[in-house]
């Protein structure tokens, strides 16, 4: 099937006159993520990890024959769905992007999907934006996630707090996309497994004062409060508000959660409260840390995915010999999926030569990528657990 549409696409080229005048010298892509708003202590992380792969791929010099990459950041706030759009709107009409690394929530994501890159024919991957909804949201075939659907992660947390003995939870999530798919996925499998969720109660995120929040939960009651927010907004004002009334004083925190500003606010205050993001124990993991070293958190939430997609978005390019989104789009598959040469991070020269030979690669990457589906990860985790005001890793899933 690879080899059939690898030769289709190569007739499209030729015929669309593709081929003609060689490729340029630079490729733009864009790098939208909340670089301010409730996720900004993550989100550099995010970045670095998609811009290492960028350098990579240039310091090759085996993109299209010597194009160099360069990246250009646009701010998506993670949710102000205006802002995004218009940062996104720029950097296809200003700077001439060729895709999108992004974008990182959910609903800002949405919004530059249906408004920017459909309109302009842009791919898009994020690392991030989990929410359910996107699996069906119309695209025509630009949109793919490195990051696996919250569908998955509301499985995952029903495994982790039955195996901890939580029967009986309340939860508080942020009000917009990512946290109310989040939550109603967690109760429907919570509830399927015999658990109880005694409240399912959204916040409106950044507010000044969370106590009438904390006083519903708690008058709801449950072994544990999980907090499905962001780690800089609204999320951490929930747990602060419960440690300080008394109303609990142990935790489940999502991926949104997950992150070293959580350690910062809290420390031990929350030793014994748990979690997850996805992540994974895979050679490419640990290739990848290797790789970044102390440039930034190669284990920061979605710091992989982030290179990864930016990866994919590269490596689709070579595939189809051409920098169009409208025919690199129809390679992402290919590239991310058995069967082929495994790719693991710090390999992109050597998968960029293999496709420019016409020889398949799995692309594995440093989160074990595999695409299903609308192209979204099939999903692995990494389960922690808050020792000595720490986030340390329990196992993975």
């Not at 060729?98 to 249906?114: F, Q």
């Not at 205050?269 to 990848?288: C, L, M, R, V």
């Not at 290919?334 to 790719?343: M, S, T, Y």
């Not at 074990?368 to 922690?384: D, F, M, T």
Request: glycine share 12%; with cysteine.
């Amino acid at each position: 099937m690879k080899k059939l549409m690898m030769a289709t696409a190569a007739a499209a080229l030729m015929a669309t006159g593709a081929f003609a005048g060689g490729h340029s010298k630079e490729v733009k892509l864009g790098v939208i993520l909340g670089f301010t708003g409730p996720l900004e202590s993550i989100t550099p992380h995010m970045g670095a990890g998609a811009e290492l792969a960028m350098k990579e791929v240039s310091d090759s010099g085996k993109l299209l024959d010597g194009v160099m990459v360069t990246p250009v950041r646009g701010d998506s706030t993670c949710i102000d769905a205006g802002a995004a759009t218009a940062a996104a709107e720029r950097l296809i009409t200003a700077d001439g992007i060729k895709g999108i690394m992004g974008a990182d929530c959910s609903g800002v994501t949405g919004a530059i999907l249906s408004n920017v890159a459909l309109p302009n024919g842009i791919v898009m991957i994020s690392p991030s934006a989990t929410s359910p909804g996107l699996s069906t949201a119309e695209d025509n075939g630009l949109f793919f996630r490195t990051a696996p659907s919250d569908a998955r992660q509301g499985v995952v947390m029903t495994e982790i707090l039955m195996e901890e003995g939580i029967k009986e939870v309340a939860v508080s999530y942020v009000n917009n996309d990512y946290g109310k798919g989040l939550a109603d996925s967690f109760q429907a499998a919570f509830e399927a497994a015999g658990g109880k969720v005694t409240i399912n109660a959204a916040h409106e995120d950044q507010k000044a004062d969370y106590s009438a929040e904390v006083g519903a939960l708690a008058a709801a009651g449950g072994q544990r409060l999980v907090v499905a927010g962001y780690v800089d907004g609204g999320g951490s004002g929930i747990v602060r508000a419960a440690l300080d009334a008394g109303a609990f004083d142990s935790f489940h925190f999502p991926d949104g959660m997950v992150g070293a500003k959580l350690e910062e606010n809290f420390g031990s205050e929350i030793d014994g409260s748990t979690g997850q993001h996805p992540g994974t124990d895979s050679p490419g993991a640990a290739k990848f840390q290797e790789m970044a070293g102390d440039a930034f958190d190669p284990t920061s939430a979605f710091a992989a995915e982030s290179y990864d997609a930016a990866a994919l978005i590269m490596l689709a390019m070579q595939a189809a010999n051409s920098d169009d989104p409208q025919v690199y789009k129809d390679k992402v598959m290919d590239v991310a999926n058995a069967p082929g040469e495994k790719i693991y991070p710090g390999e992109l020269a050597k998968a960029l030569e293999l496709l420019k030979a016409g020889t398949d690669i799995d692309y594995v990457g440093a989160s074990a990528v595999e695409l299903i589906g609308p192209g979204e990860s099939a999903g692995n985790y990494r389960q922690i657990v808050f020792k000595d005001g720490k986030i340390t890793t329990a196992k993975f899933r």
